[in-house]
Every structure is written in structure tokens, then in C-alpha cells.
């Protein structure tokens, strides 16, 4: 497990800041393993509900996958007929757009939040690991993100370790401390 010898303090709230915690200028606190201050639950996401955010947006994705296949075999089944029904001709582009770009786009962050769970990362850690990278090419040295430990484990250490209860929110009691974390060097 990672853990420093002197104690980390916040610069914006005094507190004890352990490793991979961050303060959210929204919520004015410190946040364990922040992902992200997010606008639509009014909330930070982090080491606590990251799990029932991830799930939210899995069934969100899936809800809006059925929603546009739905829609897709309604459009395809209708016989249009040329002189009615332009007003509902205009529903229906509206609501093909409509729910056609919010598939694309839940998709996206689903895509995007597996990605960072199979590395074990953060979005916040995604964005200070690139800016690692950068600097440890420019000195010819390599950079890998510690807290990747493979892609199972990582699933494990957000979903737990019962595949039965990935996909419900509040199974959550292999949630340890969040404070201490398993590290690259801790399986070599």
C-alpha cells in the first residue's frame, strides 16, 4: 500500500489529505480518489459513490441504446404517407436527433469510465498522468500510472469482487478506508 511518512495537509482546507484525494472548489472540501464534480447529480464522484455513479451510467446507456432501437424499428415500420403528418414527421426528427446524440454521448462517457476503471484511475489522475508522461519522456524516462494493478483487480477494486453485484449500486462493502491503495510495486 502506498502511504507517506509525513502527512499530507490541504492547502485550501487544512484537512489530512491522503494519497490520491482532491479538493473540490465546488463542495469547498476534500474529496477521496475525486473523479469529478459532477453538474447533473450535484455532487462529487469519488471513492465513496463512484460505483453507483458507474452503475447510473450503465443503465442510462442501456435505457438510451433501447430507447433509439425503439425508435429506429418505429421509424422503419411507419408507411409515410407524403401529404400527412408533416408535424409528426418534424416530431420525429427532433426526437431521432434528440435521443440519437444522447446515445452517442452516454455511450462516450460510459466508454470513457470503463476505460479509466480497467487502469484504475481517475479523471483527475487520467490528466496528471499525461502531464508525468510528458515530463518523464522529456527527461527520457517512462512513467506508468502505480495504482494499475491489472485490469481484474481494478474491476474488482470498484465493483468488488462478487461479479453477481457489479451491477448493483449499493453493494458496496469492499470498500475499504479509502485512504490506502494497492500499487504496482506491491505485486512485484
Given at each position: 500500500?502506498?502511504?507517506?511518512?509525513?502527512?499530507?495537509?490541504?492547502?485550501?482546507?487544512?484537512?489530512?489529505?491522503?494519497?490520491?484525494?482532491?479538493?473540490?472548489?465546488?463542495?469547498?472540501?476534500?474529496?477521496?480518489?475525486?473523479?469529478?464534480?459532477?453538474?447533473?447529480?450535484?455532487?462529487?464522484?469519488?471513492?465513496?459513490?463512484?460505483?453507483?455513479?458507474?452503475?447510473?451510467?450503465?443503465?442510462?446507456?442501456?435505457?438510451?441504446?433501447?430507447?433509439?432501437?425503439?425508435?429506429?424499428?418505429?421509424?422503419?415500420?411507419?408507411?409515410?404517407?407524403?401529404?400527412?403528418?408533416?408535424?409528426?414527421?418534424?416530431?420525429?426528427?427532433?426526437?431521432?436527433?434528440m435521443v440519437v446524440g444522447l446515445t452517442?454521448?452516454?455511450?462516450?462517457?460510459?466508454?470513457?469510465?470503463?476505460?479509466?476503471?480497467?487502469?484504475?484511475?481517475?479523471?483527475?489522475?487520467?490528466?496528471?498522468?499525461?502531464?508525468?508522461?510528458?515530463?518523464?519522456?522529456?527527461?527520457?524516462?517512462?512513467?506508468?500510472?502505480?495504482?494499475?494493478?491489472?485490469?481484474?483487480?481494478?474491476?474488482?477494486?470498484?465493483?468488488?469482487?462478487?461479479?453477481?453485484?457489479?451491477?448493483?449500486?449499493?453493494?458496496?462493502?469492499?470498500?475499504?478506508?479509502?485512504?490506502?491503495?494497492?500499487?504496482?510495486?506491491?505485486?512485484?
Amino acid at each position: 500500500m502506498l502511504q507517506n511518512a509525513e502527512q499530507k495537509k490541504c492547502d485550501k482546507c487544512f484537512a489530512y489529505k491522503p494519497p490520491r484525494t482532491h479538493h473540490c472548489r465546488v463542495c469547498r472540501r476534500c474529496i477521496l480518489k475525486m473523479d469529478h464534480h459532477c453538474l447533473w447529480i450535484n455532487n462529487c464522484v469519488g471513492y465513496w459513490n463512484y460505483k453507483a455513479f458507474f452503475v447510473f451510467v450503465f443503465y442510462a446507456t442501456t435505457a438510451s441504446i433501447y430507447s433509439t432501437i425503439i425508435f429506429m424499428s418505429c421509424v422503419f415500420q411507419k408507411d409515410w404517407d407524403p401529404i400527412k403528418g408533416s408535424s409528426l414527421k418534424i416530431f420525429y426528427v427532433l426526437y431521432g436527433t434528440m435521443v440519437v446524440g444522447l446515445t452517442i454521448t452516454l455511450l462516450t462517457l460510459f466508454g470513457w469510465h470503463v476505460y479509466l476503471i480497467l487502469h484504475n484511475m481517475t479523471t483527475i489522475e487520467y490528466y496528471e498522468g499525461n502531464r508525468a508522461k510528458w515530463l518523464a519522456m522529456r527527461s527520457g524516462q517512462s512513467y506508468r500510472h502505480p495504482f494499475n494493478i491489472g485490469a481484474y483487480k481494478n474491476i474488482t477494486l470498484v465493483l468488488g469482487p462478487n461479479m453477481l453485484k457489479w451491477l448493483c449500486p449499493t453493494a458496496v462493502s469492499h470498500l475499504k478506508d479509502g485512504v490506502s491503495f494497492p500499487t504496482l510495486r506491491d505485486n512485484s
